[in-house]
């Protein structure tokens, strides 16, 4: 599936010769020069995105499964024997929604080699925001669940978050300590805003000590202080074992969502801290 803005074989061509620039560019800058030597495997990458969105505004993507077979387990390798590249690409576009807060709305995106979601922004004063990301299932990804890139990798969280960038560089949630029952955390982003804080559980972490998000297993809604900060105490909506590792997202009022959180790791409940 590939959307593009623009009805013309011409428009069509253009964008897609700069979705390679960009693409090209984002490989470059996680595997670094020996990209430009290896013009086959350019060219593979070009087209190994499940969902490329490039300068497409507006577009919902829900329902998906998107790099497994389709009971959304089994991961699908192309004709090549390679697993495609990253699951979503959305690039220099905005106001788009990959999952909802509805049921049924999220998407598997499992089994890519790189990244799961990426949100990326290469072209000056074409923005990149608003890309909302909820209520999916992103697990078993080669690298981040979700990427807001240039700046590939983790983005650590700015003080008051006045970054910008794709998605405004939203801050990720800062998970203190989980139970079976709950995870107690804090958000630091932009004074007096509304956040809707996801989480998740996964059977593994990351090697970066950062999450994906395997199962969705609640929701809330923070507001943040003049300072910029909330605490908040989500109490699960799901089963979850101890053991497992919790991450969790955030998304603003405007649906800009954040880097998956570090993981946490859910602790046998404590009976006497039952109400926490
Ligand atoms: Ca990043
Ligand atoms: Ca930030």
Same mark, same amino acid.
């Given at each position: ?228 900060? +909330?605490?908040?105490?989500?109490? /699960? !909506? @799901?089963?979850?074992? %101890? *053991?497992?590792?919790?991450? &969790?997202? =955030?998304? $603003?009022? +405007?649906?800009?969502?954040?880097? /998956? !959180? @570090?993981?946490?790791? %859910? *602790?046998?409940?404590?009976? &006497?801290? =039952?109400? $926490?």
């Amino acid at each position: 599936m590939r959307l593009h803005e623009g009805s013309g074989e011409d428009s069509r061509v253009t964008d897609r010769k700069r979705w390679g620039e960009h693409q090209r560019d984002w490989e470059k800058e996680r595997l670094g020069p020996a990209l430009e030597k290896s013009p086959e495997r350019h060219d593979r990458f070009i087209t190994q995105s499940g969902v490329e969105i490039n300068r497409g505004n507006a577009n919902t993507v829900r329902g998906n499964v998107i790099g497994t077979d389709v009971t959304g387990t089994v991961g699908v390798a192309r004709p090549d024997g390679q697993p495609q590249f990253n699951g979503v690409a959305i690039a220099d576009s905005s106001d788009n929604q990959i999952g909802g807060v509805t049921a049924g709305a999220g998407n598997v995106i499992a089994y890519n080699r790189n990244i799961g979601v990426g949100v990326g922004n290469f072209i000056t004063g074409v923005p990149a925001i608003e890309d909302s990301i909820l209520g999916n299932s992103i697990f078993a990804n080669g690298q981040l669940g979700i990427d807001l890139a240039p700046g590939s990798g983790v983005t650590p969280n700015d003080p008051g978050d006045a970054d910008t960038g794709p998605n405004n560089l939203q801050n990720f949630p800062v998970l203190e300590k989980a139970s079976t029952k709950q995870v107690h955390g804090r958000l630091n982003s932009q004074p007096g805003g509304t956040y809707r804080i996801e989480a998740f559980a996964n059977t593994t972490c990351d090697q970066s000590g950062y999450g994906e998000g395997a199962r969705f297993i609640g929701a809330l809604t923070v507001t943040t202080n003049p300072q910029g900060d +909330a605490q908040f105490k989500l109490k /699960f !909506s @799901a089963a979850v074992s %101890a *053991g497992q590792f919790i991450t &969790a997202t =955030a998304t $603003d009022a +405007a649906g800009n969502t954040s880097e /998956f !959180s @570090a993981c946490t790791v %859910a *602790g046998k409940d404590d009976p &006497a801290a =039952a109400g $926490d």
